[in-house]
Each structure stands twice: as structure tokens, then as C-alpha cells.
């Protein structure tokens, strides 16, 4: 059983994709070719959102936001402990500060509280906060009215780290919309992902997207040898936008598929394990369907017997990598991110997983019922 079956899905679009990367081959604009521009069109008109900047991965998406937003050493970005590393090393690598706020227990998004402590802690440690960077954790959009309000009064930009939640939505409203910015990525496990490295930039600000397309190639003018600011080689290859295109042939039935699986786990699991909350108005990309449980080292070890794959995302909260080490916190703690890391698991939710799934319910029902 495969934790996220690409090949399946590469079965059902590969003549597509044949043919788009045949397209480039004739063309051969290979950097920021006809797909680049084609794919930018696609995802903002179904994002709703007025501008998409692609670029080379989802973490140099977040550098290119905060270097466009000019923030920098001295300033602070409050974002959530539990989370890919990436979050806070693209706050790090532009030489701002990472200051972590706790999640919720039931959603595993920024907690609305401990993100406003946390964003007054860090201007009372002599940092000047400059945004908030909420997560969409496993693909589920993060509370963006609430935490508006929440930045809004601190005078901080609302960013979103998306790369987990294209495809998700808040009230019909696709992920994309939400903050100033939203940030994905497209590497090949993300609900959206291409054969490689990719990510974007959403945003309905036009001056920004004109920002991050002249920091996205060497900080370009009128053209890249004419270089206004500091700028950098960011932008996705055409081959990965042609990919992507294919894949968002069967995007909206392949969320479909996710959700039904995502309907068939709640249904059957048993109840000694908290299946993922999706509250109401919000609509999940299922990047990964990741359970809670006391026992998660045990369920990990009888799946790992029975040929079943999972994933333990984050055994560390990023305050407890030694890359982070002392880092600013909220004064109160990150205790539901701590508990979270000894807790939660990620089992397989892919939209190609038909009949295995009974399998992986079994094991997990085995698992739990020997003591
Ligand atoms: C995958 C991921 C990233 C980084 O994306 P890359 O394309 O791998 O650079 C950033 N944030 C989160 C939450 C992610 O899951």
C-alpha cells in the first residue's frame, strides 16, 4: 500500500501529461514559458483571487512575500510550533524573527488567543511584529476571519501558509483569497503537486504581485538585466507547469475522492481515536487525514507490521528542533503542540485508495484492542 499513490494518478492523466510536456519540448521556452502564464490564469480564476505568481518551491513562495513585504531583520512573524519546518525557515532566512503561538486542539490550526499573546509578547521583547503567518494544517483553512481581526489589531499583515490547502475552502471561498498573501506549494505529496519542485503566491494586491515578480527573476526592471532591488532566481519550470495543468484536469474530482475517503474514516473508525474536525463552513484539501490518539506509537507499529504506511509529520514542535532552540514563545506555552507531537498520525487518505482503505480501519481496530 502506498502512502500517497502517484503512480495511480500518473496511470490516469500520463497522455496528458505526455502531450503537454511534448508542447514544451517544440516550444522550448523552458523558463517561464506559455504554461507558466497559462497556469497562473487557471489557479487565480479558480481561486478567485486577482493575481498568482508561481515560483520555485513553497518555501521560497514565503521568502518572496516577506522580502516583497520588506521584512527583515528586527521584525517579528508570529506563526504556529506545529508545522513543516518551512514556515519558520523562510521567516528565519530573510533574517526576521520566528515567534511560536500554539495550535488548537481540535482543528491543529493557530489558536486565536495564543497568537495574540504571542504577537504581544514579541513587541514586548523588542521585536516590531510585522505579520501573522497562519498554517492551513493538513489541509484545513485556518480560522482567516478570526485571525484578521486578530492582526488587524495588532497592525500586522495576515499571511497564509497554503501549501497544504489548495483546493480547501472557508464558506464557499476558496483557500487563496484569505490575507494579504497566500502562499503553496506544489511538491509531489501536496493535493496539488507537480513532478518536482513548485509553489505560488496568491493575492489580490497587483502591486505586490508586480513586487514578487521582479524579486522572483534578480530583481528585474524592465527586464532581468535591468535589476531595481534585490531579487533572486525564483520561478517555476515550464515542464512542472505543464504537469500541473494536466493534474488540474482531475483536481476537483480527485478533492472529491479525498473527501469521500476523508467521509468513510469518520464512519468506521473506532471511537478510541479523535478523527480530524473540519468545522462548519469549512471545506478541507485533505492533504493528510491525521488521527489523535494516546496510544499513536502503537497504532504506528501494528500498521508498520501490516504493510500499511504512515506518516508521524511532526514528532517535534518547531521550538523543540534544535534549529529553533530558545526561540520566543507564547509566555503561556505551546502545550497542545507538544501534546499533539506525541499523538497525532497521518494514515493513508489518497484519492486512489478504493477498497485498501477496510484494511487500513482493520489494523487500526487490532491495534487498539490488544492492551
Ligand atoms: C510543504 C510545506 C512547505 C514548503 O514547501 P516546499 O515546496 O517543500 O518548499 C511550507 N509549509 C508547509 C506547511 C508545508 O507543508
Redesign the pocket.
Known sequence: MQFVDLQAQQRRIRADVERRLLGVLDHGQYALGPEVAELETVLAARCQVAEVVTCS???EALALVFRALSIGPGDAVVLPAY??V??AGAVALVGATPVFADVDPVTFNLDVVSAARTLEAARAAGLRPRALLA?DLFGLPADAPALRSVAEDAGVELLI?G??SVGGAIDGRPVGGFGRATTT?F?PA?PLGCYG?G?AIFTDDSDLADVLRSIRVHGQGVDKYDNIRLGTNGRLDTVQAAVLLAKLEVFDDELAERQRVADRYAAALPAAVTPPTVPAGRRSAWCSYTIRTPRRDAVVDHLAQSGIPTIVYYRRALHQQPVFRGALTDPEGLPVSEQLTTEAVSIPNHPYLGEEQGRVVAAIEQALSTP
Open positions: 518551491s513553497g518555501t508545522t513543516f518551512a514556515s498554517v501558509d501549501a497544504q506549494s511538491f501536496k519542485d509553489g
